[in-house]
T-cell receptor, first 111, second 117 residues
Framework: RKEVEQDPGPFNVPEGATVAFNCTYSNSASQSFFWYRQDCRKEPKLLMSVYSSGNEDGRFTAQLNRASQYISLLIRDSKLSDSATYLCVVNLGSNDYKLSFGAGTTVTVRA | GAGVSQSPSNKVTEKGKDVELRCDPISGHTALYWYRQSLGQGLEFLIY????????KSGLPSDRFSAERTGGSVSTLTIQRTQQEDSAVYLC???????????????FGPGTRLTVL
């Protein structure tokens, strides 16, 4: 079983729509969770950390469900510039700096 | 400030040749990581350096792969006797790495696109 699994998509949505997707992780000892964004042929960049109580950053909302071991990302009022691959990232154990990256969920926002 | 830099940006080599890929992390970052990403695939962890500790080499796919980090800064990933399946983008990342300062963010370089003919 992969450490982090994501629906690859693609999610094709019109501008202004809401899109949401999940990822699941296998290591119950994981303590740190993130969403990274990767544009085509570019390096990944941190989008946001995911906190236990859930957190928002503008139009982006992240949730963590430890019991079911999944993380979600919701994008409201989608913009064309949100088109990218979103990587779910989890550390491999408590106090572990090593991160495991999911293969990514591709989102395409159309005009 | 300067981000993570990698060189070369592109490398085309013939099967069987050795290649060296270089990474300059952000100054002050104690943790350095190498990943590779094949077309349409996720990031595959290769190796991790943390300060002066012994590196975690658990992700290296074969003994043809090795990496060094000199003086706690610049790192070199070496692939010996390259094979066609080694073709990928090799990404380097660095992070603060200390419990006190680590918020999980890894800063990535632009990568080296390796093509083995």
């Amino acid at each position: 079983r992969k450490e982090v699994e994501q629906d690859p998509g693609p999610f094709n949505v019109p501008e202004g729509a809401t899109v949401a997707f999940n990822c699941t992780y296998s290591n119950s000892a994981s303590q740190s969770f993130f969403w990274y964004r990767q544009d085509c042929r570019k390096e990944p960049k941190l989008l946001m950390s995911v906190y236990s109580s859930g957190n928002e950053d503008g139009r982006f909302t992240a949730q963590l469900n430890r019991a079911s071991q999944y993380i979600s990302l919701l994008i409201r009022d989608s913009k064309l510039s949100d088109s990218a691959t979103y990587l779910c990232v989890v550390n491999l154990g408590s106090n572990d700096y090593k991160l495991s990256f999911g293969a990514g969920t591709t989102v395409t926002v159309r005009a | 400030g300067a981000g993570v830099s990698q060189s070369p940006s592109n490398k085309v080599t013939e099967k069987g040749k050795d290649v060296e890929l270089r990474c300059d992390p952000i100054s002050g970052h104690t943790a350095l990581y190498w990943y590779r990403q094949s077309l349409g695939q996720g990031l595959e962890f290769l190796i991790y350096f943390q300060g002066n500790s012994a590196p975690d080499k658990s992700g290296l796919p074969s003994d043809r792969f090795s990496a060094e980090r000199t003086g706690g800064s610049v790192s070199t990933l070496t692939i010996q006797r390259t094979q066609q399946e080694d073709s990928a983008v090799y990404l380097c990342a660095s992070s603060l790495g200390s419990l006190a300062g680590w918020d999980g963010e890894q800063f990535f370089g632009p990568g080296t696109r390796l093509t083995v003919l």
